[in-house]
């Protein structure tokens, strides 16, 4: 039932037959019917005149016989009219069968003599009820159909005409001649049966064809759906035949010019893209040579710094820092461009993340210069193994943690790591300066500051949380940012524990569990 | 003195790294051709290579194979191009280490050169044996019955920091931290490199190997006694 449902749902073929079936089931059955009902009429109207003449004729016949035996002996009355009964029906059984009945009328005055007598072994019941009614009230001749039944339990269908007759010494009684319908009957049943077989076949001829045609029309459309869905899936080499001069042609020629117009446009782009991202990715290498050559001799100057002349020694300090942060802003862009050339490859190994996390916040803890801050890590369990990449994690968590660093003007950061069985999430909330709403639309945006003239604590490269953004993508993962100005931010990573899978459910909530608590205090 | 050959085709880079090599106490041997390398190499064997990948004439991973051929002298690549294959390409053919460049430090160099030089662990000497193979630390020698197996010397410690602790499972990190000398990295395709590298070299069958066993998800340990 499923099937057929989905298969209504998806296949135009099955639809367009299923339908024309329906339709022609019922046209086929309305005019078969139609026919039927003509036919049979008027075969029982012929059969009718003719025995309606008879039983006139054989009426008279009967009421000449009771004139004729007035001045017989009962007796003598019965035979005449058994007689006349044996002459009028049919012995024997033949296909025009035709029987006699002499039946009391009901509510007669009874008397000794019965002259109650029929053909055969029919049975006076059989007579239809309603036919006896109408005798009853008039003197006219009636007609009925009814089946006729004998006492060996036959029954054919047949036309019972009546009327009254009074029979000296009898009263009043009935007679009815019946009239067997059996070769009638045998020519209906035949039409209806021709009818039958002719409409299951004429259906199922109309079906086959409905199939034929609509199969000429689906398979083009199948094709073609199949080719566009190819495609698609980013093979643009893929054209339509063009066999015929027909609509499908037409269909075909529009669709082959549309995937060439495609195709060239996508090369294009593609070759643009490439030449761009190439360029990038050889600027950042062709800078490496040179940046560590200058980042030794800046080393060499360093190291010597305590004999130089106090603004010297400050300058070559401030040649080492920037030189620092010139090479993560070129690793970062180098980054960058892997992702831009979708060549950044995920290399998943079995790790446990909170010690991963530890150790971050660890090197976070002793990175000296800052004033000491607090990074507290809250976990349920004490080792949450994952199957991700582990460099893009740690990445992820050093930008996620040098970001909060950044803002969390002194205050305390923590991180929280909720693991279900398919996901892992990991919340880095601090409790500084916070974000505003249009902040947290631009958050992961490449260069993106939040207030362009706030001094830079640990020159961040900017790039570090959209980095962050697409190292977690890259996962199927996903980092989510929540903040509000004055109550700090939460960035929450959330990853599925295994490498390649989907996450479906977010086991930290980007809203942090505090914030709700906070306003309500407040 | 220790001899350290430079090949790299920057000539300032070059120079700066002769002048931090120097200044740490080496002897510095600068080559900028890659196709000029193994000549000079032969006519005065260094301590150690300093190799970088792109160099005219030949590229420094051809320079490469072309040493490992004749010498096992620790191989060190300097690569600019941080990529996955360009890594992978360089250990395969041969070289112990490599470095990104830009260094972190000069220190980080140092320290690295200072690793691949250093003689094996002072701390085990005598025989050990894993599998069927007879590793005699003090010698230097490698065996599989008579049979002498050549290891670079960075092979070599791989080997016995696996069959010192026989029934112990070395993560990479705590392979990295005892082989290489690094102190934190994520970088765990150098020791994967290196064990299909040495069990190419040791094992009967590098398919199904039997000295040095994969742990699935946790690292390596090394194959019980035959």
């Known amino acids: 039932m499923n099937r ?34 003509r036919l049979a009429d008027g075969i029982l109207a012929t059969s009718l005149n003719s025995s309606l003449a008879e039983a006139r004729y054989t009426f008279f016949n009967a009421e000449y016989q009771v004139l004729a035996s007035q001045s017989m002996t009962i007796e003598a009355r019965k035979q005449a009219l058994a007689e006349f009964v044996v002459r009028t029906s049919t012995q024997g059984i033949n296909e025009e069968r035709r029987e006699v009945i002499f039946v009391k009328s ?73 009239f067997s319908l059996k070769n009638q009957t045998a020519t209906v049943d035949l039409i209806s049966n021709s009818l039958l077989i002719t409409g299951v076949a004429l259906i199922f001829l109309i079906g086959l064809i409905t199939w034929l045609v609509v199969r000429q029309v689906v398979r083009p459309v199948r094709e073609a759906a199949r080719i566009a869905n190819q495609f698609t899936q980013g093979d643009f080499t893929q054209r339509m035949k063009v066999v015929s001069t027909d609509e499908m042609a037409t269909l075909a020629i529009s669709y082959n010019e549309m995937a060439l117009s495609i195709e060239e446009q996508i090369t294009r782009l593609e070759h643009l893209s490439r030449v761009q991202q190439r360029f990038v990715s050889d600027v950042t290498h ?79 803890d002793m990175g000296g210069s800052a004033p000491t801050r607090d990074i507290q ?123 390649g899978e989907l996450i479906n459910s977010r086991p930290i909530k980007a809203t942090p569990k505090d914030f709700h608590q906070e306003a309500f205090y407040q | 003195m220790t001899l350290i050959m430079v090949v790299d085709d920057d000539q300032d880079l070059a120079e700066m790294l002769g002048i931090v090599l120097t200044s740490s106490g080496f002897d510095v041997d600068m080559v900028s051709r890659g196709d000029e390398a193994l000549e000079i190499f032969r006519n005065n064997p260094p301590d150690l290579v300093l190799l970088d990948v792109m160099l005219p004439g030949i590229d420094g991973i ?31 053919a041969g070289a112990d280490d490599y470095m990104q460049k ?29 599998g069927d193979i007879t590793i005699d630390v003090t010698a230097h020698e490698v065996r599989r019955g008579a049979a002498l197996i050549q290891l670079t010397r960075l092979e070599f410690d791989l080997l016995v920091a696996l069959a010192k602790d026989p029934g112990r499972v070395f993560t990479r990190d705590a392979l990295l931290s005892e082989v290489w000398g690094y102190r934190q990295t994520t970088d765990t395709r150098l020791v994967n490199v290196h064990v299909q590298r040495l069990r190419s070299k040791v094992e009967h069958d590098a398919d199904r190997p039997e000295i040095i066993m994969t742990v699935r998800g946790v690292g390596y340990k090394a194959g019980g006694a035959a």
């Open chain 1, 106 to 178: 009901p509510g007669a005055p009874t008397t000794a003599n019965s002259y109650e007598m029929s053909s055969n072994v029919i049975k006076n019941s059989s007579i239809p009820k309603n036919l006896r009614a109408q005798i009853k009230k008039d003197a006219k001749l009636h007609y009925a159909y009814g089946p006729a039944k004998y006492n060996e339990g036959e029954s054919i269908d047949s036309l019972f005409v009546g009327r009254r007759i009074i029979i000296p010494t009898g009263g009043r009684y009935e007679i009815y001649i019946i």
């Open chain 1, 286 to 364: 062709e800078l490496r040579t040179p940046l560590t050559t200058l980042r030794m001799a800046s080393e060499v100057i360093h190291v010597q710094r305590s004999s130089f002349d106090p603004l010297v020694a400050r300058s070559s300090e401030l040649l080492v820092a920037q030189l620092d942060r010139f090479e993560r802003l070129l690793e970062d862009l180098l980054e960058v461009s892997r992702f831009d050339a979708e060549v950044a490859v995920l290399e998943p190994v079995d790790f446990d993340v909170i010690g991963l996390i530890n150790r971050c916040a660890a090197d976070f």
């Open chain 1, 377 to 499: 890590v809250e976990a349920d369990e004490e080792c949450v193994t994952i199957n991700a990449d582990i460099r893009r994690v740690e990445r992820i968590m050093r930008n996620l943690l040098s970001n909060a660093l950044d803002h969390a003007e002194g205050k305390k950061i923590v991180v929280n790591v909720v693991a279900t069985d398919t996901e892992v999430g990991i919340g880095v909330r601090d409790y500084g300066s916070g974000l505003d709403e249009s902040a947290l639309t631009r958050v992961f945006d490449r260069f993106w500051r939040e207030d362009p003239s706030r001094a830079r604590v640990r020159g961040g490269t900017g790039l570090g949380l959209s980095i962050a953004l697409e190292d977690a993508r890259l996962h199927n993962g996903e980092l989510d940012a929540w903040g509000r100005p004055h109550q700090g931010a939460h960035f929450v990573l959330t990853l599925p524990r295994k490498a």
């Open chain 2, 102 to 130: 830009p260094f972190r430090d000069k220190a980080e160099l140092i320290a690295r050169i200072r690793t691949r030089l250093r003689r094996t662990n002072s701390d085990v000497t005598g025989l050990l044996s894993i």
């Open chain 1, 4 to 37: 057929l449902r989905r298969s209504l749902k998806h296949s135009l073929a099955t639809r367009v037959i299923l339908s024309t079936l329906l339709l022609s089931l019922t046209v086929v059955s309305l005019t078969g019917s139609a026919l039927y009902s």
């Open chain 2, 62 to 92: 051809e320079v490469c194979r072309l040493i490992r051929k004749e010498s096992m002298v620790p191989i060190v690549m300097l690569s600019a191009k941080g990529e996955t294959q360009d890594v992978v390409r360089g250990l395969e």
